[in-house]
């Protein structure tokens, strides 16, 4: 559409021209690929896998990989491109070569709208084309939710895409004969059944001096600035143990680096609930709870508790409790209470309740506290948590928030429930990444979920595996910056929250070697900031070129 296009162009322009007067100027070379009107560079090329239907392009089963089909543009339209049905993909097989740039220059960049059904969902995922050396797929996703159906301009940066590419091709320059497919998908699960997407106006865009505001891999960081004298405004924190707060050799990283503490595991459930007696009074082992609290507190750091209730941290007492539903509920009660109490004024925060949303759904997780203590366990436990201290603040902390549309949605209910009886103050979204996953967009969209509704935000498990399919032996140099690159950008995004709503962000561990995830994974991985023997990695420095 040339109107679009035209009027979006001016739309550009101006911080163009704003920018040039800036320290970082910045210009744009754009290549139209398809504005779907016979302009561009594609339409002759664009193959067709499927027919025209009704609502757009129907699905041709053989040609389906089970989640996206195999369906490329076949006509012309002044509407823009109509989708329908489960999602399309089709081909970008620019004639351009753009040697030369590297691939953090160059960005995809389309405007989408919802096609008159609001709400709907879409997922666009880049996959290695056909003449590529690795086949790899899902390298890079963006999802976003609309509530309207004004056209949107998205912009992918194909450095997010990039790392799909052999160690030959992906660093110096993009070879756009190489960049296969980009798909588009809806998920057939949600909303109407007509859903439809709409987009228009593909263009390649390359932007210069891009890479002087992103993260530089060869930038080493002095040794006088730490993690929390770099952020401003926010406690940068980690996840500690007993033993390792003991320890000189970590104690001191932890107080040089940090100033916010989260226990791993000494504050949760298990870790403290340790029977009952014969009067259903629960008996309690303060040892490892209080070893943190006084580490913190002698340290003059901020406390997160972690967690209240979690599904994974049950006592076996509990497990086999015999009791009524209504007993069960007066141990929880009798349990957060006193757990809450006990440390009013030391702990700052809690995680009330952890994980109660099943992955890819809306509903809420199976567990013994919904099955015992009914759907709305969840508030039960935030007004026990609220009664025994109304100044400490509460938090609901989930994996997946980051990038899982459907449980960002019911976490989501859920979190707006509690926000309206004035229950909750926060977001914890964990922030177990990959190194090539979720996009920063997509972890942008996930963050604006919290600011749009004043919550404050954590980030409150941070780790970035590097071999999450086990496909290499050692930590190579490639991953090693494509992690500190994955740092920077989840660092820039928690950066641009608003002042008022950060609270902390915590990485889970100090050193690689004492990760949970090669215990859990089975392949050796390399997740945190700092290697095995205490020394900051290309990820710290990620970390720390955010928030200059
Ligand atoms: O302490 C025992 C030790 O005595 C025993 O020899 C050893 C044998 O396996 O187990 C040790 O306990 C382990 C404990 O970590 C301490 O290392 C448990 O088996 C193991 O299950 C436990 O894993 C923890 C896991 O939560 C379950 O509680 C991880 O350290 C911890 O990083 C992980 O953290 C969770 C968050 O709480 C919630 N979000 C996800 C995150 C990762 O799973």
Redesign the pocket.
């Known amino acids: 559409m040339n109107f679009l296009l035209n009027t979006k162009k001016a739309i550009i322009l101006i911080p163009s021209l704003f920018c040039a007067f800036s320290i970082f100027a910045q210009t744009e070379e754009v290549f139209l690929v398809t504005d779907f009107d016979g302009g561009g560079i594609l339409p002759s090329t664009w193959e067709s896998f499927g027919d025209l239907g009704l609502y757009g392009v129907q699905r041709n089963n053989s040609l389906s990989d089970g989640k996206y089909y195999e369906l490329a543009w076949n006509g012309t339209s002044d509407k823009g491109y109509i989708v329908s049905q489960s999602g399309i993909t089709f081909r970008l097989i620019p004639k351009k070569k753009l040697k030369g740039k590297t691939i953090d220059n160059v960005f995809l960049r389309l405007d989408v709208n919802c096609g008159g059904a609001p709400g709907t969902v879409v997922n666009i995922v880049l996959v290695d084309g056909p003449n590529d050396c690795c086949k790899n797929e899902v390298n890079w996703q963006y999802t976003f939710t609309k509530d309207t159906c004004e056209w949107e301009t998205l912009e992918i940066n194909l450095a997010d895409f990039g790392y799909a590419y052999g160690s030959n091709n992906h660093e110096k320059t993009i070879d756009f004969t190489k960049v296969g497919r980009v798909k588009i998908g809806i998920n057939p699960e949600q909303g109407p059944k007509k859903q439809v997407v709409q987009f228009d106006n593909v263009e390649l865009v390359v932007k210069e001096n891009v890479t002087a505001q992103g993260y530089q891999p060869n930038i080493v960081i002095p040794e006088s600035t730490t993690l929390k004298t770099a952020a401003k405004d926010f406690f940068v924190g980690v ?1 500690v143990n007993p033993e390792r707060v003991r320890a000189t050799d970590h104690s001191s990283v932890y107080t040089r680096e940090f100033n916010s503490i989260t226990a ?2 000494a504050m ?1 459930m298990k870790s403290i609930f340790k029977g009952l007696d014969e009067n259903m009074k629960i008996i309690y082992d303060w040892t490892q709870s209080d070893a943190i609290v006084d580490f913190a507190e002698n340290n003059g750091m901020n406390l997160h508790g ?2 209240l209730v ?1 599904h ?2 049950i006592p076996d007492v509990l497990e086999n409790f015999k009791g009524t539903n209504a007993q069960f509920e007066a141990i929880i009660g009798q349990y957060i209470t006193t757990v809450v109490k006990r440390y009013k004024g030391k702990v700052d925060s809690w995680d009330v309740v ?2 109660a949303i099943a992955d890819n759904t809306t509903k809420m997780r199976e567990s013994l506290f919904l099955e015992r203590m009914g759907s709305n366990y969840v508030e039960k436990c935030f007004e026990f948590a609220r009664k025994a201290d109304n100044k400490v603040k509460l938090f609901y902390n989930d ?1 997946g928030l980051e990038h899982d549309v459907q449980k960002q949605k019911g976490a989501f209910e859920l979190i707006d429930g509690l926000k309206n009886k004035n229950l909750i103050d926060g977001v914890g979204y ?1 922030m ?1 990444l990959d190194y090539n996953f979720p996009s920063k967009a997509t972890l942008q969209t996930a963050t604006n979920l919290a600011v749009d509704r004043g919550l404050l935000i954590h980030f409150s ?1 941070l780790d970035i595996k590097t071999n999450p399919k086990g496909d290499v032996n050692e930590l190579t140099e490639q991953r090693n910056q494509a992690q500190a690159k994955k740092v920077y950008e989840v660092v820039s995004v928690y950066n641009n929250i608003p002042e008022n709503l950060k609270y902390a962000l915590t990485v ?1 561990g100090l050193k690689d070697d004492e990760s ?1 995830i090669t215990p ?1 994974y089975g392949f050796p991985d390399w997740p945190l900031l700092f290697d095995a023997n205490f020394k900051r990695k290309k990820a710290f420095s990620g970390f720390v070129q955010a928030l200059e």
Do not use: T
């Open positions: 996840a791993e595991n949760k972690h967690a979690w994974e941290s952890n994980e994996y964990q177990h498990e889970w949970w859990r």
